[in-house]
């Protein structure tokens, strides 16, 4: 049973900034700046523990989901937003300016010349991987490209069903996922690449993604699996309580 003592564990996106105590780099800007843990702390009367929801989305796949058998994993949350965590021997690794596997604000890879400058971002960059791979992004896409305004699912399912522009931007939208995640094998090489997110569950995407990465990564060969989150949309929360028992042995 849980004793008020015992504190609760938050999945949020962003990160706790080390410098100021405040969230910072969530793409829920609102939070930007807000002490989201004390606020959290005062209201539930209850000590509050907040990591970045990549992460904890990581942890959970690392722990008992679809890379339960890797060593070193890497999660992408494909969603309103681009994340990405890191987690090694099934311990996450927030690190040292807790920003550890954020290659959504990065510049989208190999850009082509349509894709430059690339459509500003939150972050105050332009051209972010995350301007290109979250799911408005891929409805941009498909208005700019079609003129009507469809949701990243709906889209998927218009692919299938016979619609050419809604198939042209999946296609774009695999290969740029593939130049991106080419990327993180570069620098981390991890045994395995879990994807989550509501768009990792189009299945589409995974079709022929593995050879896409294979041809951008710096490797002759390239066997690193690239699967879809086994835990479902609530993989995130689901590795904040498991955050609890590992921080605590
Ligand atoms: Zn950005």
């Avoid at 009367?45 to 994993?73: M, Y």
Wanted: with cysteine.
């Amino acid at each position: 049973m849980i004793s008020v003592a015992e504190p609760i564990w938050i999945a949020s996106p962003g990160a706790i900034s080390k410098r100021t105590g405040l969230i910072k780099n969530s793409n829920s800007t609102g939070l930007n700046g807000k002490p989201l843990d004390r606020d959290l702390a005062e209201r539930l009367g209850r000590n509050i523990r907040l990591e970045n929801d990549a992460n904890c989305f990581a942890l959970s796949e690392a722990v008992d989901g679809a890379a339960a058998d890797a060593r070193v994993v890497f999660g992408v949350i494909l969603g309103t937003g681009v994340g990405g965590g890191l987690v090694i021997d099934k311990t996450t690794i927030a690190g040292r300016n807790r920003i550890a596997g954020e290659w959504g604000h990065k510049p989208l890879p190999w850009p082509h010349g349509e894709e430059r400058p690339g459509p500003p971002c939150y972050c105050g960059k332009t051209g972010c991987i995350e301007t290109f791979l979250s799911g408005p992004a891929l409805a941009r896409e498909y208005r700019e490209r079609s003129g009507k305004t469809l949701l990243a699912e709906a889209i998927a399912t218009a692919a299938q069903t016979g619609d050419a522009d809604a198939a042209a931007c999946l296609e774009r939208y695999r290969d740029r996922l593939a130049r991106g995640l080419a990327t993180v094998i570069d620098l981390l090489d991890p045994d395995k690449i879990v994807l989550g997110g509501g768009l990792s569950n189009i299945a589409q995407l995974y079709e022929g993604l593995a050879a896409l990465v294979a041809g951008y990564a710096f490797s002759d060969a390239i066997d690193t699996a690239i699967v879809r989150a086994a835990n479902g949309d609530s993989s995130g929360v689901r590795g904040a309580a498991w955050l609890w028992p590992i921080a605590s042995t």
